[in-house]
């Protein structure tokens, strides 16, 4: 046999060579890739209208009205009529706001391949006021719609993440409701969305706790930003939220559900 052939058709990541043994502990260890994280915007600031990644990364640049609200930011009740204390920040010391007429935050490029495993979380608080409205706290988009949309749905008042087969309109889609965890507006939560490329699966948590998983088996990469507050639909964006979101975290790997908890009470 003479020259090379064989050649792989697929990915390959992460390769690794020993001059020694790796034991079968270290090999279990190996197969399970660590998650690394892609992103944290911890939404206690914003200037010149973005509010910054911390490790210097990508930054959430708001749209329409949005604005970061500090838990010791200063006001003036006759110029404000929404002045004053308001609801704490659900982490540190700010907290993204959102009036569902237009506002929202996006990066300007994708922050995680989601061809291959990725994860999302983010604390979010409904507005009361607007209990009524299919609204959307995360997606990713690609040309003509979003991979991944997790969303409040006000008919049973419940989180619901809806996944799209291929990135064109009307694509066939995989919805995750958590039927048995009530997203009850003016509290604050905490959703997670995992998918795990290795497994073909994708779960949806809810305040640390694994609500709803299912099947999937057709990644594709979203191509356009990190969006914070809106969706992609046939109309264009739609779904504003109106509420609050704190501590957005994007990771490229699998967290897992003590990784959750975790960010579910960071500080």
Same mark, same amino acid.
């Given at each position: ?13 992460? %390769? ?5 043994v790796v034991v079968p502990a270290e090999a &279990?260890?190996?197969? =399970?890739? $660590? &998650? ?8 206690? =600031? ?8 911390? !490790? !210097? !990364? ?12 500090? #838990? ?18 659900? %982490?540190? =010391?700010? /907290? ?15 922050? %995680? ?24 706290v995360l997606s990713l988009p690609g040309e003509?719609?979003?991979? $991944? ?10 989180? /619901?993440?809806?996944?799209?087969? =291929? ?15 009530? &997203? ?17 699966? %994708? ?8 609500? $709803? ?9 979203? /191509? ?32 897992? /559900?003590? #990784? ?8």
């Amino acid at each position: 046999m003479s020259g090379q052939g064989g050649n792989w058709a697929g990915r390959i990541a992460d %390769v690794r060579a020993w001059n020694r043994v790796v034991v079968p502990a270290e090999a &279990a260890d190996l197969a =399970e890739r $660590a &998650a690394v994280r892609a992103g944290r915007w911890q939404l206690d =600031e914003a200037s010149g209208g973005a509010s910054p990644e911390e !490790g !210097g !990364g990508q930054p959430l640049k708001l749209g329409g009205d949005a604005k970061i609200r500090r #838990d010791d930011q200063s006001c003036d009740p006759a110029m404000d009529p929404e002045c004053g204390p308001g609801d704490p920040a659900m %982490v540190g =010391e700010g /907290e993204l706001l959102l009036d569902g007429d237009g506002d929202f935050a996006a990066t300007g490029a994708p922050v %995680v391949d989601t061809g291959d495993s990725f994860s999302l979380a983010a604390h979010v608080r409904i507005d009361p006021a607007a209990a009524d409205r299919t609204m959307t706290v995360l997606s990713l988009p690609g040309e003509h719609n979003d991979l $991944a949309t997790l969303r409040y749905t006000p008919q049973r008042q419940i989180w /619901e993440l809806t996944l799209a087969h =291929e990135d064109r309109a009307g694509a066939e889609t995989t919805t995750l409701k958590a039927d048995n965890s009530w &997203a009850s507006p003016g509290d604050p939560h905490h959703l997670a969305v995992v998918y795990d490329d290795g497994a073909d699966e %994708v779960l949806l948590y809810v305040d640390g706790t694994p609500m $709803a998983r299912a099947p999937f088996h057709h990644a594709w990469r979203a /191509e356009a930003g990190l969006q914070v507050g809106r969706a992609t639909t046939a109309d264009g964006r739609s779904e504003y939220l109106h509420g609050a979101v704190d501590d957005v975290h994007a990771y490229a790997g699998v967290l897992s /559900e003590q #990784d959750v908890v975790r960010l579910g009470v960071s500080i």
